[in-house]
């Protein structure tokens, strides 16, 4: 926003100003709001991407669908080490 500037004395001049204020706020507000859903968008798919290519290395793909939800894809991998130190 910037430097501090006084509100006009007039009521119209007053709520159009404060309206304005509003939109830039809302704008800014949004814009960081995208960017940072874009963020965790983008931060969920690696985080995807990192445990289907963890359950390939344990070849969990022989024996399930990798097109599961992240948190049956970490399941799987916490079995299969189990598996592995028995």
């Known amino acids: 926003m910037g430097r501090h500037v006084p509100l006009p004395e007039e009521p119209d001049a007053k709520a159009a100003e404060k309206r304005r204020r509003f939109k ?35 070849n969990l793909d022989l024996c399930i669908d990798l097109d599961v939800s992240s948190r049956e894809l970490r399941r799987a991998l916490e079995i299969a080490k189990a598996w592995e130190e028995i």
């Open 24 to 58: 830039v706020y809302r704008r800014e507000w949004q814009k960081r709001k995208r960017q940072r859903l874009k963020a965790e968008k983008f931060q969920r798919a690696v985080e995807r991407s990192q445990l289907r290519l963890a359950a390939r290395r344990a």
